[in-house]
């Protein structure tokens, strides 16, 4: 289903032109015939992972202080949490990879070029590139292993160096209680750590051995490429010595693979300031207030939480004024839709009035309805939440500057909810004469690239699970808001049709034989006689 669903994507696609479309059809066999094997692989070692590390962590959690009855706790706690934590995790896979993954399939497959041209690669410098990229994954696979070879007792010892003086002097990983039974468990599988970063160091030389393709397909040449390819592991050699707080620099060659390159010390993969200046830089470290006050900054998974909490908030109003209907969501519940009133529209609105709120409180971040302020400060520092959180900050600027009225505010917002149902959008959009054609097209903008950047929230991890607990409690809102009328009208029908019944079948009992007659009015008449 996937191959079939990739390779009409790709071979209809405007974005990109045929010799692209044909290296994404032989690339994407190639990789959806290797996920089954790295899909079945994958799930038994994370479920052994999980289903190892889980219960252990609740086990301590259990025994710290101020629990009653710490035996029951450490053989009951994290039992059942992991039966239904890898359930989750099942659910969410598979949403990944029947929502997120086709609808990513769905933009590639009708979205239009920005630039009306599609994409395209130039022919003659592909032979270069893979000839590159084979030099990069042999030289970079046999120095890599080597060198990783090389430091691997370094880093052995070193490691269990570090974690025996943390230990003695509660320091670092020890600094907190409730982490030093972790102490003889982290000292014991220190040496598979070691395994592991021996065995990452080998997979890391495949990405960064073909990078040497795009260096030779960027600066149309070879001989870059080559360069590229002894730079990187004079790059590695330098990095793994400054991680592990060895002599600086390295033994190999360094050249520069970039034409406009002014010193070698620059590219991609530049070397970061040493691991020793790092250390000097940063003063003595002050001892934590506790271990779990870390994580109660802002991070994405609670920021979704909030969202969904707000838009099962604003949806159950919507739902009471009639605005969103059932059908909006059998829709969702069906999956027909996929930028739907709901789905798409409801996390655009509630987005919305966060925004309208900042501008008002003159906000330098995000207010959020509870009083919370996302800043740049105290933002999570995550690469995909900023995908999201500039974008919308340069969406707030922009309506700081328009300046919109009450009635313009709630134009907008009538938009940005229905902007996915033209017809119901042309139906109940109030008409504004304050509104010019310029102010129209800024606000049908803000709508569309608000519905974008949802749509990408959409895609997330968890998301689906949380739009589906959102429809749940919407329908039940629904239900409960037509549940009035429904049944008194439906009290009423079946008194009316009890007492139908009634009156027939007490009629047709005192009848001595059957009356037979064309006209009704007759047979009433003699009815009438009889009785």
């Known amino acids: 289903m996937w191959f079939g669903h990739t390779i009409a994507s790709s071979g209809r696609s405007k974005l990109v032109g045929p010799v692209v479309k044909l290296l994404l059809l032989i690339s994407a066999s190639g990789i959806l015939v290797l996920w089954l094997i790295v899909g079945i692989v994958g799930s038994v070692i994370a479920g052994l992972v999980y289903g190892f590390l889980a219960p252990v962590m609740a086990t301590f959690d259990a025994?710290?202080?101020?629990?009653?009855?710490?035996?029951v706790h450490c053989l009951v706690d994290g039992t059942w949490s992991t039966i239904t934590g890898s359930c989750t995790v099942v659910r969410d896979l598979k949403d990944m990879l029947f929502h997120s993954y086709f609808s990513i399939m769905d933009d590639l497959r009708f979205h239009a070029p920005p630039g009306g041209t599609p994409f395209e690669i130039r022919v003659l410098d592909i032979p270069g590139a893979v000839f590159a990229a084979a030099c990069g994954l042999l030289t970079d696979g046999i120095m890599f292993t080597v060198i990783a070879l090389y430091k691997l007792p370094v880093m052995l010892f070193k490691g269990w160096k570090r974690l025996i003086e943390d230990l003695v002097g509660r320091e670092g990983p020890f600094l907190e209680t409730a982490c030093v039974p972790f102490a003889g468990l982290a000292i014991l599988l220190w040496p598979f750590a070691v395994l592991g970063a021996f065995l990452a160091s080998i997979i890391s030389s495949v990405p960064l051995g073909v990078y040497a393709a795009i260096v030779v397909y960027q600066e149309s040449s070879l001989l870059m490429g080559l360069f590229y390819v002894i730079s990187s592991v004079s790059i590695f050699d330098e990095y793994t010595n400054d991680v592990l707080d060895m002599a600086q620099g390295s033994c190999f060659p360094r050249?520069?693979?970039?034409?406009?390159?002014?010193?070698?010390?620059?590219?991609?993969?530049?070397?970061?300031a040493s691991f020793k200046d790092r250390q000097d830089e940063k003063k003595a470290p002050a001892r934590m207030t506790s271990f779990k006050s870390s994580f109660d900054e802002f991070n994405p998974f609670k920021m979704l939480d909030h969202l969904f909490a707000e838009c099962k908030h604003h949806g159950e109003t919507l739902v009471s004024e009639g605005v969103i209907t059932s059908k909006d969501i059998e829709e969702t519940k069906s999956g027909k839709v996929g930028s739907g009133v709901i789905n798409v529209g409801l996390p655009a609105y509630v987005?919305?009035?966060?925004?309208?709120?900042?501008?008002?409180?003159?906000?330098?971040?995000?207010?959020?309805?509870?009083?919370?302020?996302?800043?740049?400060?105290?933002?999570?520092?995550?690469?995909?939440?900023?995908?999201?959180?500039?974008?919308?900050?340069?969406?707030?600027?922009?309506?700081?500057?328009?300046?919109?009225?009450?009635?313009?505010?709630?134009?907008?917002?009538?938009?940005?909810?229905?902007?996915?149902?033209?017809?119901?959008?042309?139906?109940?959009?109030?008409?504004?004469?304050?509104?010019?054609?310029?102010?129209?097209?800024?606000?049908?903008?803000?709508?569309?690239?608000?519905?974008?950047?949802?749509?990408?929230?959409?895609?997330?991890?968890?998301?689906?699970?949380?739009?589906?607990?959102?429809?749940?409690?919407?329908?039940?809102?629904?239900?409960?808001?037509?549940?009035?009328?429904?049944?008194?009208?439906?009290?009423?029908?079946?008194?009316?049709?009890?007492?139908?019944?009634?009156?027939?079948?007490?009629?047709?009992?005192?009848?001595?034989?059957?009356?037979?007659?064309?006209?009704?009015?007759?047979?009433?008449?003699?009815?009438?006689?009889?009785?």
């Open 255 to 272: 050249f520069a693979y970039r034409k406009n390159e002014v010193s070698t010390q620059s590219g991609p993969l530049s070397r970061p």
């Open 351 to 531: 987005i919305l009035n966060a925004l309208l709120r900042s501008v008002k409180a003159n906000s330098d971040g995000l207010l959020l309805s509870d009083g919370c302020e996302i800043t740049s400060d105290n933002r999570p520092k995550n690469t995909v939440f900023d995908w999201f959180f500039d974008p919308l900050m340069v969406i707030k600027d922009q309506i700081k500057a328009e300046n919109f009225t009450e009635e313009e505010e709630a134009y907008l917002k009538k938009r940005v909810l229905l902007i996915s149902d033209p017809k119901r959008l042309k139906a109940t959009l109030p008409h504004l004469a304050s509104l010019n054609e310029r102010q129209q097209a800024e606000i049908d903008a803000f709508a569309r690239r608000l519905q974008g950047i949802t749509k990408s929230i959409s895609r997330y991890p968890t998301s689906k699970r949380r739009f589906d607990d959102l429809v749940k409690a919407l329908s039940e809102e629904l239900e409960r808001a037509m549940g009035g009328s429904q049944s008194v009208s439906g009290s009423q029908f079946q008194r009316l049709r009890s007492g139908v019944a009634r009156m027939l079948s007490q009629r047709s009992m005192g009848k001595t034989a059957i009356i037979r007659g064309d006209d009704q009015e007759a047979q009433l008449t003699s009815n009438g006689r009889d009785t």
């Open 63 to 71: 025994a710290g202080e101020g629990k009653e009855r710490p035996l």
